[in-house]
């Protein structure tokens, strides 16, 4: 099926969310690793030093080095209680919820968008579009730090899949065109005859 020139509006709009989706879903994957790295120090120190000053005071050691003992138990138990890890946890939900909507993104644009009339194709850009709002809306934000490393992971080529031929492995393609050619070769199978 040919896909008509009028319908490179809405292809770009799956492109510019496919794009936004991927940035922002990198980013969020950043801040749950930062924020993650920050509450298994805090977990582990408190626990060492617990244990440590425990160990040491059951050893015989001045009764004293119990108040550490005692302050890393407080730390850990209130670093649990009031969910020090609960961003990280939104921030990877945040992350694979960008990361799905991505994908859809990228399927319609570039594998069930020939198959669709203008009119079917606008009601699912339309639907995916909502669908990122709506997402964004709830999410927490990211910070510069964050989107500085989603860019720079992007930029190297990381979010290509291998089996693009000929792709440079820097962006995603330029172009509705570049996913979708404006006309569709015929199949070996649509001429008769078997493999070439």
């Known amino acids: 099926m040919t896909i008509a020139p009028d319908m490179a509006p809405l292809l770009d709009e799956l492109q510019t969310v496919e794009e936004n989706c991927l940035y922002t879903a990198q980013a969020h994957f950043a801040i749950a690793a930062r924020k ?10 408190a626990s060492v030093v617990a244990g440590l ?8 050691l001045p009764a004293w080095l119990g108040v550490f003992s005692a302050a890393g138990g407080i730390v850990g138990a209130v670093t649990a209680a009031l969910g020090a890890d609960k961003d990280v946890h939104v921030h990877r939900v945040a992350a694979n919820a960008l990361t799905k909507l991505r994908h859809e993104a990228r399927a319609l644009r570039e594998t069930f968008a020939s198959a669709l009339t ?15 709002n709506n997402l964004i809306q709830g999410l927490p934000p990211t910070d510069d730090e964050a989107m500085a490393q989603a860019r720079k992971a992007i930029q190297s080529g990381t979010f290509v899949p291998d089996f693009r031929a000929g792709h440079t492995g820097k962006t995603l393609p330029s172009s509705p065109a570049a996913a979708l050619p404006l ?7 649509s001429k008769g ?3 070439p």
């Open 193 to 195: 005859g078997g493999a």
């Open 183 to 189: 006309s569709a070769a015929p199949s070996q199978s």
């Open 118 to 132: 203008k009119d079917e194709l606008s009601r699912e850009v339309r639907r995916i579009t909502d669908g990122y």
């Open 53 to 60: 000053a425990g160990g040491l005071v059951a050893a015989g």
């Open 36 to 45: 993650g790295a920050i509450v298994r120090i805090v977990y582990v120190s």
